[in-house]
């Protein structure tokens, strides 16, 4: 099974009520929270994306989740936390597991649920747990709508430092790009390091083989600013992993919103600004991963 741990503030908006707890403090924001409590807050930047992973569970008898399982993760106060948890049950949401952690960083609560992901709009919560060996985004502030089309979910992720390890950016970092591919050539049958998100990508790939295949509604996408002939490590390391994914797009250094949108990504992982700004260009729901060394092969054209 899928677990996602999710903040508060990534499912839902709540930046009105965290203006008041900043400039009034925490006994306010809990009279804030307590004074609407039944009015439902507005779905956050990830509330589409929990909605589709919901959607892709099976009805049974027991009510079980059987794909997939979302964690409520949040630092208010469970004084605070009914609105929010009410506004669980306004959306039709199945989620049953929730920590209010009171300030306290709630990365832990995530391992301790055995997460695969977990999705926060503190940048500080998300660094703490990738620290800590848990893959994890800081999801970026954007208008978000309810999505109505829930059949198929498309989730896309970067390469380097993402899905695999650091360590063809720092080859790059000190040898440039001719260095970087000489590397890859010589390296192509030594599969990539371990990235912070080749669990979740297990996972994933997990659910889609419980699919038969004219039902799959999951689609998985590598999205890499690598390009020819930088191509065969990355293709033969999912082999060792034994892990396929439906669609590789070698972008060449060229800006990914295009290729996003063009893919129908639900939600996009990088660990470059770049290319979470090119995403948030097209629209795509994106999170931002910490990680490595900022995606710098992805600053540079990698055609051959």
Known sequence: MLTIAVSSRALFHIEDGNKVFLEKGQEAFDEYMRSKENIPLRPGVAFGLVKKLLALNTSNQSGERDRVEI?????????????????????????????????????????????HLFLSANAGDVQLALENGLAAATMLPKETEESEDNKVIHIALDGDAVLFSSEADDVFRKQGLQGFRDSELANVDKPLGDGPFRPLLEALHFIQKSFKSKEARLRIALVTARGMPAH??????????????DEIIFAGGSPKGPLLRAFGADIFFDDTQRNINSAQDYEITSGHVPSGSGGIVAEHTLTA
């Open 71 to 115: 964690v409520l993760l949040s630092r208010n106060s469970p004084d605070a936390g009914l609105r929010v948890m009410n506004s669980v049950a306004h959306y039709g949401l199945s989620i049953e597991k929730a920590a209010f952690s009171q300030g306290a960083n709630r990365f832990r609560y995530a391992k301790a649920h055995g997460a």
């Open 232 to 245: 065969g490590r990355v293709i033969k390391t999912l082999r060792s992993w034994d892990v396929a994914v």
